[in-house]
Nanobody, 122 residues
Framework: QVQLVESGGGLVQAGGSLRLSCSAS????????MGWFRQTPGKEREFVSA????????HYADSVKGRFTVSRDNAKSTVSLQMDSLKPEDMAVYYC???????????????WGQGTQVTVSS
């Protein structure tokens, strides 16, 4: 089992920045690829970003490419999502997830955090 806890969500004005963090405990963090997803009411969960086990490979949804940056610190068992130039359409609950495969589909991830709310005011 891997336990994931997100933090860093909040309210920000459009154009502003937030940094989300996800702290992992349980099994060896470096064994897992990590993903970030987001969801708004009435919509399906949406892929945001993924990072490989080593951190050397990252992937982003087109909607956030160039604005969001994912990183990880395997020594601290954390993964972060730096979100810049936020837009109202970025408003959602953001989830981090851990999986054995570097993937963009949520079904590939085994463990999920509880989510953190990001609100962007226009």
């Amino acid at each position: 089992q891997v336990q994931l806890v997100e933090s860093g969500g909040g309210l920000v004005q459009a154009g502003g920045s937030l940094r989300l963090s996800c702290s992992a405990s349980g099994r060896t963090f470096s064994n897992y690829a990590m993903g970030w997803f987001r969801q708004t009411p009435g919509k399906e969960r949406e892929f945001v970003s993924a990072i490989s086990r080593s951190g050397l490979t990252q992937h982003y949804a087109d909607s956030v490419k160039g604005r969001f940056t994912v990183s990880r610190d395997n020594a601290k068992s954390t993964v972060s999502l730096q979100m810049d130039s936020l837009k109202p359409e970025d408003m959602a609950v953001y989830y981090c997830a851990a999986g054995l495969q570097f993937a963009v589909t949520d079904t590939q991830y085994l463990y999920w955090g509880q989510g953190t709310q990001v609100t962007v005011s226009s």
